[in-house]
């Protein structure tokens, strides 16, 4: 059969024609894809900036479909899944990432320290544990180093979390003297809680090295004067609260009222009164007030007398809680009100004579070292809140 030339000829120029007719409609496809991709992103972060966090989910997941390569997507998707409480799904995000063999190792990193965040706020704490320790030496080590800190704080290992203060302490991330100090405090406590007050030795092995660890921390020495205290040891209770003035003096209100009463039970109320009203003449306080009149009226003080302090107070301070002290001991015109006006006043001072934390404004009737808000360690100042 005869080749006919012709038809070559004329089948040539349409092959061309359909060849770059394809190619066209594929680059129309990309281009589209390529639009829609920042669409949707651009319209998933809007969301999140108004804080629409369902449609920002949505427009992400509509992101990632579209373009499933892009790692960006993946961390915005499971960070906003885990803010959201939805850790199962954003541990799925994360997993997928470190499942990828094109993620370059940074990002490989970044999805461990993110996998690890969510098991950590799961609750799932041996795997968070497992996933920063695998951090180490990376990028992120400082701030896996951080987050184990908090996990080990917050499951009570003192020692391994005393472990990774002295390692982020030699990496130059701050000082954690006092945070070391109040771990050993911490597990005197338990020494105490398990063995009891009798055999304490470890205890106070313990007490003694947080106070040459933080020599200014006031808690070991209160802590080590509270235990000879219980010990029936009120003497040497005192001096270690002696000690603790001159070395923490800003935490005089913490320290004056067991100090008063430690010198009351060692008979050194006239060795202690002097010191307590020296240091109100430099930094007037309620609590250091209390422990002045607690100590003048174990000396055979006149009660009035003992509640003039009071009054003077309220020369130099507005304060409604040594007002409501002074009246507790006053005779008024109307003594037959006095109940009533009386409860009305310590109803009145009661959220006055609490602490606040400064990290995170929580209130407490008590002092605490750690803030059971926020977590913070030293957040709480001595002062209450009426004196702040």
Same mark, same amino acid.
């Not at 639009?35 to 900036?49: D, E, H, I």
């Not at 373009?67 to 850790?87: I, K, M, Q």
């Not at 009120?234 to 001159?246: N, S």
């Given at each position: 059969?005869?080749?006919?030339?012709? =038809?070559?000829?004329?089948?040539?120029?349409?092959?061309?024609?359909?060849?770059?007719?394809?190619?066209?409609?594929?680059?129309?496809?990309?281009?589209?894809?390529?639009?829609?991709?920042?669409?949707?992103?651009?319209?998933?972060?809007?969301?999140?900036?108004?804080?629409?966090?369902?449609?920002?989910?949505?427009? =992400? $997941?509509?992101?990632?479909?579209?373009?499933?390569?892009?790692?960006?997507?993946?961390?915005?998707?499971?960070?906003?899944?885990?803010?959201?409480?939805?850790?199962?799904?954003?541990?799925?995000?994360?997993?997928?990432?470190?499942?990828?063999?094109?993620?370059?190792?940074?990002?490989?990193?970044?999805?461990?320290?993110?996998?690890?965040?969510?098991?950590?706020?799961?609750?799932?704490?041996?795997?968070?544990?497992?996933?920063?320790?695998?951090?180490?030496?990376?990028?992120?080590?400082?701030?896996?180093?951080?987050?184990?800190?908090?996990?080990?704080? /917050?499951?009570?290992?003192?020692?391994?979390?005393?472990?990774?203060?002295?390692?982020?302490?030699?990496?130059?991330?701050?000082?954690?003297?006092?945070?070391?100090?109040?771990?050993?405090?911490?597990?005197?406590?338990?020494?105490?809680?398990?063995?009891?007050?009798?055999?304490?030795?470890?205890?106070?092995?313990?007490?003694?090295?947080? $106070?040459?660890?933080?020599?200014?921390?006031?808690?070991?020495?209160?802590?080590?004067?509270?235990?000879?205290?219980?010990?029936?040891?009120?003497?040497?209770?005192?001096?270690?609260?002696?000690?603790?003035?001159?070395?923490?003096?800003?935490? $005089?209100?913490?320290?004056?009222?067991?100090?008063?009463?430690?010198?009351?039970?060692?008979?050194?109320?006239? /060795?202690?009164?002097?010191?307590?009203?020296?240091?109100?003449?430099?930094?007037?306080?309620?609590?250091?007030?209390?422990?002045?009149?607690?100590?003048?009226?174990?000396?055979?003080?006149?009660?009035?007398?003992?509640?003039?302090?009071?009054?003077?107070?309220?020369?130099?301070?507005?304060?409604?809680?040594?007002?409501?002290?002074? $009246?507790?001991?006053?005779?008024?015109?109307?003594?037959? =009100?006095?109940?009533?006006?009386?409860?009305?006043?310590?109803?009145?001072?009661?959220?006055?004579?609490?602490? /606040?934390?400064?990290?995170?404004? =929580?209130?407490?009737?008590?002092?605490?070292?750690?803030?059971?808000?926020?977590?913070?360690?030293?957040?709480?100042?001595? /002062?209450?809140?009426?004196?702040?």
């Amino acid at each position: 059969m005869e080749f006919d030339l012709s =038809f070559l000829l004329l089948a040539l120029p349409v092959a061309f024609v359909l060849g770059w007719m394809a190619s066209r409609l594929d680059m129309r496809q990309l281009r589209f894809e390529n639009r829609q991709a920042p669409k949707a992103y651009f319209k998933g972060l809007n969301f999140l900036l108004n804080e629409q966090q369902d449609q920002a989910i949505d427009a =992400f $997941i509509e992101a990632v479909q579209i373009d499933p390569d892009t790692s960006e997507l993946h961390f915005a998707l499971g960070n906003l899944f885990r803010r959201r409480g939805e850790y199962e799904r954003a541990v799925r995000v994360h997993q997928h990432l470190l499942s990828r063999a094109d993620l370059s190792t940074d990002d490989r990193h970044r999805a461990q320290y993110e996998l690890a965040l969510d098991y950590l706020k799961a609750g799932l704490l041996d795997r968070a544990e497992t996933a920063l320790q695998q951090l180490e030496n990376t990028r992120f080590e400082g701030q896996a180093l951080l987050v184990l800190l908090a996990n080990y704080e /917050r499951s009570r290992d003192w020692e391994h979390a005393a472990a990774i203060a002295r390692k982020l302490e030699a990496y130059g991330l701050g000082s954690f003297k006092n945070r070391l100090s109040h771990y050993l405090c911490e597990q005197a406590n338990g020494c105490i809680t398990t063995n009891g007050v009798e055999d304490c030795s470890q205890a106070l092995s313990l007490l003694k090295q947080a $106070i040459q660890i933080a020599p200014e921390a006031v808690r070991p020495r209160m802590e080590k004067a509270q235990l000879q205290a219980r010990q029936g040891k009120p003497d040497l209770a005192y001096e270690t609260l002696a000690q603790a003035v001159v070395t923490a003096p800003e935490a $005089i209100a913490l320290i004056a009222k067991p100090l008063a009463e430690y010198a009351i039970a060692s008979r050194q109320g006239m /060795r202690a009164l002097p010191l307590l009203k020296a240091v109100y003449q430099d930094t007037p306080s309620l609590d250091v007030l209390d422990a002045i009149v607690t100590l003048e009226a174990a000396s055979g003080a006149p009660s009035a007398s003992a509640r003039d302090w009071y009054v003077r107070h309220l020369e130099n301070e507005p304060s409604l809680v040594a007002a409501t002290k002074w $009246i507790a001991g006053e005779k008024l015109e109307h003594e037959q =009100f006095h109940p009533q006006v009386q409860r009305a006043l310590d109803h009145a001072v009661k959220p006055l004579t609490r602490y /606040r934390c400064a990290a995170c404004g =929580f209130e407490a009737k008590r002092h605490f070292w750690q803030c059971p808000g926020c977590q913070a360690w030293d957040s709480y100042p001595a /002062r209450r809140v009426e004196e702040l």
